[in-house]
């Protein structure tokens, strides 16, 4: 089972850039999220979907956009990347049932701007 | 507004000893409370959860955790540390879905380090 899938791996931006960060779930997963993680700080949630066509704000939104076309894809775009976008984003699925919040999270993209 | 607190930002043991990483979280009603691993370059592992019932839930690689309600903490222990087990270690509270979305807030993760 493949889980949830995140590309690239590893990206550099020059200042001003924009770039999409990719993810897919084949889980069925109806809730999806991006993440960012930076140094002694956790994991800080950008933004989440509870499902197609539904998308919200989370903790660090600016900066960044997201669209949910479809179940299994959930893309996060930076428009004119900042240096205080390099971070670690990851990207997560689940699907609640009784307010169960298991979250499952793919490897992960390092991006660095420059 | 729920948030979690992970005191130790980076512990050492030696390998065979014994692991207490502490989490305290706070939120208004009933958590749902995780801990979550993190290996170099990896995405993050959820080792254990609690939702109700039990208060000492077992996880995966030998890992339990007890949720004290009265303390609000849900420590992660672990009898007898292997080297393997050097890692990021994530204490998460989740909110309950009711017909929105669930999210997890997370701690600022402890660094685990063994020496053998």
């Known amino acids: 089972n493949a889980g949830v899938t995140q590309t690239p791996k590893f990206r550099i931006l020059k200042i001003g850039q924009s770039m999409t960060l990719q993810c897919t779930q084949d889980?069925?997963?109806?809730?999806m999220y991006w993440y960012r993680q930076d140094p002694g700080m956790g994991l800080k949630l950008i933004y989440y979907s509870v499902g197609a066509g539904i998308t919200d704000k989370g903790e660090v939104p600016n900066g960044y956009n997201v669209s949910r076309s479809t179940t299994e894809d959930f893309p996060l775009r930076l428009e004119l990347a900042a240096p205080s976008q390099t971070s670690v984003y990851f990207c997560a699925s689940s699907r609640p049932q009784q307010g169960l919040t298991e979250a499952f999270f793919g490897q992960g993209t390092r991006l660095t701007v420059v | 507004a729920q948030s979690v607190t992970q005191p130790d930002i980076h512990i050492t043991v030696s390998e065979g000893a014994s692991l207490e990483l502490r989490c305290n979280y706070s939120y208004g009603a009933t958590p749902y409370l995780f801990w979550y691993v993190q290996s170099p370059g990896q995405g993050l592992q959820l080792l254990l959860k609690y939702f109700s019932g039990d208060t000492l839930v077992q996880g995966i690689k030998g890992f339990e955790a007890e949720f004290k309600r009265s303390q609000s903490s849900f420590n992660l222990r672990k009898p007898s540390v292997h080297w393997s087990d050097a890692a990021e270690y994530f204490c998460?509270?989740?909110?309950?879905?009711?017909?929105?979305?669930?999210?997890?807030?997370f701690g600022t993760g402890t660094r685990l380090q063994v020496t053998l």
């Open positions: 998460a509270v989740g909110a309950a879905s009711s017909g929105t979305a669930s999210k997890l807030t």
């Open positions: 889980m069925n997963h109806n809730y």
